[in-house]
């Protein structure tokens, strides 16, 4: 029986495609994807999961875990209750481990840590959150991750946490699959189509696939003011003191954009920003211009061009919202490399989030490498490589952890090198392995598709300036609007003044000024309203005279003898 037409029962029992209780695993063409993607040339049977690849997330390698285990079953290169080793209990081997274990495989689980999800017990106060690392793709605005196995709703770290361990309490509650506090595992030798896999404290097993979900390592932190990524920090705590303290983020990955948007930017949370932003019906051409630019690989290939590109995106809308966002307590500084600071190494999104948040003037720039990093009384004294030091309250360094795969693996992370660069300069969109190729239902109940909100997004924006005594005629203006597409904000007379930024903002501006209003107009049959003594003729505008960039509208009321506008 072919790979396409292998299908198995929930219970792992081999049957054909024909029986209404059999799944098929995956589709012939995406397996090979997945496995190229993820074997070590030279070391049959052994897989790398997540530990060089891009665009890596808790939910991304929790999805690419889920392919690997079902590309695996669909070629028959691990069989139901073949023994399979999965060295690692972060989130991505234990959904692998889940996966393989849901499809009748025998899973052991190896970790050096004497707890499952170590990383995620740092006391970090960081917000996870499922899709906002793949905008501008479809499936961003998913608040919960909708995975069959260990699947968990946006959150801070310790709520995914539990979330996930009840998850994987459902798959290993009667089976003792995990290994912690183990040390020194070995592979075998490099060619042996089946290999002894052995461990401290006195550990073997024979298997012929292994999977090594080992992460990325962990990031040194040569002072003591300095947390790594998963570790609990103080960079959102405000100074009640009223002083301002002066910050370097050195880095221009994921991990130093993340933390200068978290200094920058009051209660920051990248998926906050996104739902702010792209109620903007300019959010549509602004995405279609940002996949433009990922898809040109001359671009990707020329940091120059790759850096200017994403800073001259215009989004005055964003800025807004920037400015409206920005901490007062903080000066910071970003320091990178070379001058180009949004480069293919950090995400579209954050890429674009600090374009944005540097053309709005909230941080300053520093190229070249720093060099030293002193501690002297309550600051820290910067050394450039150009020479020049500055003095900074506090440093925060991201330059990527210490490779857990080199340290730990060291042959395998020496065959997997060239693999590594050429994934390093790919263009951030372009990884396959991260998309779902497993048949859906073969794990389990998930979710796959959510409603993108910039197809619901409202046309324009509009704000309605009245007084209370002419509600009814504002009321009315109101659903015009609404119907016509626009988002609508009511603003009285008296406050106008107190919100000009929500004035500013708005594509349409509607000031309702009236005296000695009669009674409402009823609506005609078309729509508009009929002529009543006393008031200023008006019908309803088709929703495609309501232009998002129209400049101002104003509604006319009536005296008895003479008509006055504002």
Known sequence: ??????????????????????????????????????????????????????????????????????????????????????????????????????????????????????????????????????????????????????????GPVDDVRVEMEAGWSQIAEKDDIVRLGVSRVQLGAAGDTSRVVTWNP???????????????????????????????????????????????????????????????????????????????????????????????AALHDDPRRLHDAYLHLDAPWVALTI?????????VTLNAPTAQFLDRRASVLNRFLAGQLYQAGRFEFVQGKVQ????????????????????????????????????????????????????RNKPTLADQTRTRYWIDGIFGSEVRDVPDPEATAPKFKAVIVSADDVSPWRDQIEADLTRAGGAVELLRTGTYAERLDKIRAADVLVLVVAHRLGPVPAADEGGGTARRRGCASRSTLPAASWSPRASMIRHHGARKRSRTSS
């Open 372 to 423: 030293s990093a002193v501690p002297d009384g309550d600051e820290v004294v910067v050394r450039f490589e150009d020479g020049i030091s500055d003095r900074f309250h506090r440093i925060v360094r991201r330059h990527g952890p210490e490779s857990a795969l080199a340290a730990k693996f060291p042959l395998i992370a020496q065959a997997l090198e060239s693999e590594r660069i050429r994934r």
């Open 202 to 296: 006195r550990g073997s097993q024979r298997v012929n696939t292994m999977i090594l979900a080992v992460g990325f390592g962990l990031e040194p932190t040569p002072l003591s003011t300095e947390w790594r990524y998963w570790e609990g920090d103080d960079l959102d705590s405000v100074r009640v003191d009223g002083k301002v303290r002066k910050w370097l983020v050195s880095g221009c990955g994921d991990g130093a954009l993340t933390e200068l948007f978290r200094l920058c930017l009051d209660r920051f949370r990248h998926d906050q920003m996104l739902r702010d932003f792209t109620r903007d019906s300019r959010m549509r051409g602004l995405r279609d211009e940002i996949r433009r630019i990922e898809d040109d």
């Open 323 to 331: 400015r409206e966002r920005a901490r007062r307590d903080t000066e």
């Open 1 to 154: 029986m072919s790979s396409d037409e292998r299908v198995w029962h929930d219970s792992g029992r081999e049957d054909t495609f024909g029986s209404m209780a059999a799944k098929k695993l995956m589709e012939v063409d995406k397996a090979p994807i997945v496995l190229e993607g993820m074997e070590v040339t030279g070391w049959p049977g052994v897989y790398v999961l997540g530990c060089i690849d891009r665009r890596v997330t808790v939910y991304s390698q929790q999805v690419r875990a889920l392919n690997l285990a079902a590309a695996l079953m669909a070629t028959e290169r691990v069989t139901p209750g073949d023994p399979v080793v999965v060295v690692g209990a972060g989130a991505s081997g234990l959904t692998c481990a889940a996966g393989l274990r849901r499809l009748a495989a025998r899973v052991t689980v190896l970790e050096e840590r004497d707890e499952i999800l170590p990383l995620f017990r740092g006391r970090s106060t960081r917000w996870l959150h499922p899709g906002v690392y793949d905008w501008p793709l479809e499936g961003w605005s998913r608040d919960r991750a909708g995975l069959p196995l260990l699947d968990w709703m946006h």
